[in-house]
T-cell receptor, first 111, second 112 residues
Framework: GQSLEQPSEVTAVEGAIVQINCTYQ??????LSWYQQHDGGAPTFLSY????GLEETGRFSSFLSRSDSYGYLLLQELQMKDSASYFC????????????FGIGTKLQVIP | DAGVIQSPRHEVTEMGQEVTLRCKPI?????LFWYRQTMMRGLELLIY????????DSGMPEDRFSAKMPNASFSTLKIQPSEPRDSAVYFC??????????FGSGTRLTVV
């Protein structure tokens, strides 16, 4: 089986930095992905960590530690438009394909 | 590229009616996924295809649900008969191994 846990809600101030954590339990592991979803919209792929360490893409960074079964998404220089839900996702086993999503973290950016 | 195209965007139907959701994946993507999203259960994987072949349908809730992919550019998800508890947003996504998925805009289904 497989489970992913992340906080349900996070509030942060515009211009600040916020970290959204994700812990997972899985019988097999092929990497951790992050997706963003605005209210009423579709999930949008942000990043994928196959190996331990930090991946940076502009204001967003994602980190993975396989030994700790843990990852996080780091958002810097927060903007109001970053208010959205953020999902970590991972395939339980059998490869990349059967990706399961966490329940999502609703980020609210306040002025 | 137009992205993943789903139709209809909204569907309201009466309980007991048949509902068919449609998806056109991105050309060149060999994986296609159907997800359902609700407030209570989040994003649930229903079924996925690889090269038009259903690989895993263990997420399909019951026999009322069926999915087909007759060719690389088209897939359908059918619910027959529909029930109020099927009300959700249904997403289709496509991708290639080693890359992130691209989701369609979703179909918001309401069964009354």
């Amino acid at each position: 089986g497989q489970s992913l846990e992340q906080p349900s809600e996070v509030t942060a101030v515009e211009g600040a930095i916020v970290q959204i954590n994700c812990t997972y339990q899985t019988s097999g592991f092929y990497g951790l992905s992050w997706y963003q979803q605005h209210d009423g919209g579709a999930p949008t792929f942000l990043s994928y960590n196959a190996l331990d360490g930090l991946e940076e893409t502009g204001r967003f960074s994602s980190f993975l530690s396989r030994s700790d079964s843990y990852g996080y998404l780091l958002l810097q220089e927060l903007q109001m438009k970053d208010s959205a839900s953020y999902f970590c996702a991972a395939p339980p086993e059998g490869g990349y394909q059967k990706v399961t999503f966490g329940i999502g973290t609703k980020l609210q950016v306040i002025p | 590229d137009a992205g993943v195209i789903q139709s209809p965007r909204h569907e309201v139907t009466e309980m007991g009616q048949e509902v068919t959701l449609r998806c056109k994946p991105i050309s060149g993507h060999d994986y296609l996924f159907w997800y359902r999203q609700t407030m209570m259960r989040g994003l649930e994987l229903l079924i996925y295809f690889n090269n038009n072949v259903p690989i895993d349908d263990s997420g399909m809730p019951e026999d009322r649900f069926s999915a087909k992919m007759p060719n690389a550019s088209f897939s359908t998800l059918k619910i027959q008969p529909s029930e109020p508890r099927d009300s959700a947003v249904y997403f289709c996504a496509s991708g290639r191994a080693g890359y992130g998925y691209t989701f369609g805009s979703g179909t918001r289904l309401t069964v009354v």
